[in-house]
Nanobody, 122 residues
Framework: QVQLVESGGGLVQAGGSLRLSCAAS????????MAWFRQAPGKERQFVAA???????YYADPVKGRFAISRDNAKNTVYLQMNSLKPEDTAAYYC????????????????WGQGTQVTVSS
């Protein structure tokens, strides 16, 4: 397993941008597929985006065309660039690691970060 630490959350106005980072410990980061999830108060956790170990990317419909996931294996870090943010994007964002991932975000996520809060004001 890997240890994950998210950063980059904050308060932004609608239409603005944020970039989240998720730093991973361990030497096998490049073997993992990585994903971002989010959870708003009173709602279930929701898949946002994922990137496989082979750099295939997948997105949930609500964020397609606005969010971009990427990874830097040399830095053991995965990123989530969020553009054109909307108030409905407000949530705690979590990164997670899995040895496999499906296009709908399913995976065997044994490692999770502590989360970073994103708040989008209208």
């Amino acid at each position: 397993q890997v240890q994950l630490v998210e950063s980059g959350g904050g308060l932004v106005q609608a239409g603005g941008s944020l970039r989240l980072s998720c730093a991973a410990s361990g030497r096998t980061f490049s073997s993992y597929s990585m994903a971002w999830f989010r959870q708003a108060p009173g709602k279930e956790r929701q898949f946002v985006a994922a990137i496989s170990w082979s750099d295939n990317t997948y997105y949930a419909d609500p964020v397609k065309g606005r969010f971009a996931i990427s990874r830097d294996n040399a830095k053991n870090t995965v990123y989530l660039q969020m553009n054109s943010l909307k108030p409905e994007d407000t949530a705690a964002y979590y990164c997670a690691a899995s040895l496999w991932i499906a296009s709908d975000g399913r995976g065997d996520f044994g490692s999770w970060g502590q989360g970073t809060q994103v708040t989008v004001s209208s």
